[in-house]
């Protein structure tokens, strides 16, 4: 699986970007796809993430951002973040989990100024 995403980019506070991460090769063998954020100097961290069963979102994003998927085959997860505040500038990491262990996207730097 290679995971290609897009999307980051300079917003100001309370504005919006969406994210958007495409999967392509073996799109049969993953069973979650998901959002991280890094920061330097500090752990990477989850921002939502979906599967068949629903969605999962971190505590600090909830209610402002919406992970979705184009179809059942998880082929395009794209997130939605509104509302954004400084704090939300990271790099943000798409990730698959698949059968065959759990790939990484490139990042992509999002940027919030106050």
């Known amino acids: 699986v290679q995971l290609q995403a897009s999307g980051g980019g300079l917003v100001q506070a309370g504005g919006s970007l969406r994210l958007s991460c495409a999967a392509s090769?073996?799109?049969?063998?993953?069973?979650?796809m998901g959002w991280y954020r890094q920061v330097p100097g500090k752990q990477r961290e989850l921002v939502a993430s979906?599967?068949?069963?629903?969605?999962?979102y971190a505590d600090s994003v909830k209610g402002r951002f919406t992970i979705s998927r184009d179809n059942a085959k998880s082929t395009t997860v794209y997130l939605q973040m509104n509302s954004l505040k400084p704090e939300d500038t990271a790099v943000y990491y798409c990730?698959?989990?698949?059968?065959?262990?759990?790939?990484w996207g490139q990042g992509t730097q999002v940027t919030v100024s106050s």
């Open positions: 979906i599967d068949s069963g629903g969605t999962v």
């Open positions: 990730n698959a989990v698949t059968t065959g262990g759990r790939v």
């Open positions: 090769g073996s799109i049969f063998s993953i069973n979650v």
